[in-house]
Each structure stands twice: as C-alpha cells, then as structure tokens.
C-alpha cells in the first residue's frame, strides 16, 4: 500500500507538471488522437463504403479496431512507459534506476505521465461508441463482462509484446527499433478480420507474433465468428487470459534480463 500511494503522488506530480505548460499539453493531447487518424478514415469508409469484408458486416468489423484502439489507449495510460524505453537503457538511465530502492519497472513506469494517452483514449471511447451503437448484438451482463475482460487482457497482452522487446534492448540497446516494428504491425493489422489476409500472414500473427489475440478473437467470439477464426474456439475464447499470462510471463523475463543486465557499454 505505500508503494501505491508513493506511485499516485509521484504520478500526480507528474501530470502537473505536464499542465505547466498548457500549450504543449493540449497539443500532446491532439497528437495522442491525429495519431489514430488512419484508423478513423478506415472505419469511415467501411461504414460508408462497405457491407462488410471477410463475411463480417461492418458493424462486426467496426468492433476489431474500437477493441484495439481501447485496449492500447489503457496501454498507453498504463504501462506504455515501457515501449520506448530502449532510448532510456541507451542514455543510461536505467544504471540510475538500479541504485534506487524503488523497483526498476517501477521508476519506468513512472519517469513522465502520457498525455498523448488522453487523447489515444478519447478516440478509442468514441469509436466504441459508435461500434456498439451499431450493433445488432444483445448486450447482456456476459457479452459485457467478456468485453471488458478482453480490453484488459488486450492492454496485457500488448504489454507483454513491448516488455518482451524492452528485455532484448537491455543486452542489445538497437532492439528498441523492434518497439517501432511493433507498433507498425499493430496498427496495420491490427483492425482488420485476419480471414481477408493470406493464410500465411494470418498464421504469423496468430502464432508467430500473436497480435490476432488482442481483438481479433475476441471480437469473433463476441459477434459468433469464433468457430470461423481458424484456431480452436476455445483458443479464441481464452484470449483475455492468455494476455494476463503473456504478461506474468513477460515480468519473469523482465526479472531475469535486468538480472543479467550489464549496463549501456556491456
């Protein structure tokens, strides 16, 4: 519990200082939002041009992308200090953050507030907005309750995927351009029905780079596609899980990198 209020004041403190300077504020704020711009002409003309794409309507398809756009918002908000923090390991600074008593994640996760999450967010909640307006689903307490689970074990998951990358930066510091790679996968594919792409491109971020676990399954299993995904149902089913487990997981290799750790010149 003090480690939580030591974090909320260090957090507030942050955020104030960001409102020192209300221009740059506000502008982080709009970058935060023009840089999910690409998503919303993507949903116009699907929702103006198109009936649907891989035998969804665009409604269900409205759902993979307002998933995503929500689940990295709260990324960004909560754990998004991590993507990135290559340039942090090449400036030194994590070789600062060892001397500290506060856990290393920790002061990463603390060094600033993302006020470009804000705006991040604000897109992401009109899109939802808008793709459960247009629904023709029965939103009860379960459909709910899964969508909420699949925004957190999204946040997790896409956790774990920058943690994993942040871990290969702390023994080799120009891994952290895999962390731009990433994101450019994530905003590629990462709104779309992975059964309009090729086979092989699917396998790949099912398997290989699991980005389809983010909202992809889970918006299949919401909308009554998730015995047409190509993996078992239950493998769709269990996304939300296996992101909370991606991201234990990837803490434990967090552990062990920062263990092995060398600092910036090996």
Not at 134 to 162: H, K
Not at 239 to 244: A, E, N, T
């Amino acid at each position: 519990m003090n480690g939580m209020r030591i974090a909320w004041r260090i957090t507030r403190l942050n955020f104030r200082a960001q409102l020192e300077y209300r221009t740059e504020f506000l502008l982080m704020i709009a970058i935060g939002a023009i840089w999910q711009v690409s998503v919303i002409v993507f949903a116009t003309v699907l929702l103006t041009r198109f009936t649907g794409m891989g035998g969804w309507d665009s409604s269900e398809v409205l759902l993979i992308p307002a998933t995503r756009m929500l689940a990295h918002g709260l990324f960004v908000l909560l754990l998004g200090r991590v993507h990135g923090a290559g340039r942090q390991i090449q400036e030194g600074r994590i070789d600062i953050y060892l001397t500290r008593p506060m856990p290393v994640h920790r002061q990463l996760q603390l060094a600033f507030f993302p006020t470009n999450a804000i705006g991040d967010l604000t897109v992401a909640v009109g899109l939802m907005v808008g793709a459960l307006s247009r629904s023709q689903l029965d939103w009860t307490p379960g459909r709910i309750s899964y969508l909420i689970a699949a925004l957190i074990g999204g946040m997790f998951l896409e956790a774990a995927l920058f943690t994993a990358i942040t871990c290969a930066a702390l023994r080799f510091p120009a891994a952290d351009y895999w962390s731009r790679w990433l994101e450019e996968l994530l905003g590629t594919f990462g709104s779309y029905p992975l059964n309009v792409l090729p086979q092989a491109v699917g396998s790949f971020l099912t398997y290989g780079l699991p980005l389809a676990f983010v909202a992809y399954f889970p918006a299949a299993v919401l909308t009554g596609h998730g015995h047409d995904t190509g993996v078992p149902y239950w493998l769709a089913a269990l996304s939300p899980l296996l992101g909370v487990v991606a991201y234990l997981g990837s803490r434990v290799l967090w552990r062990w990198s920062l263990r092995h750790y060398a600092g910036v010149n090996g």
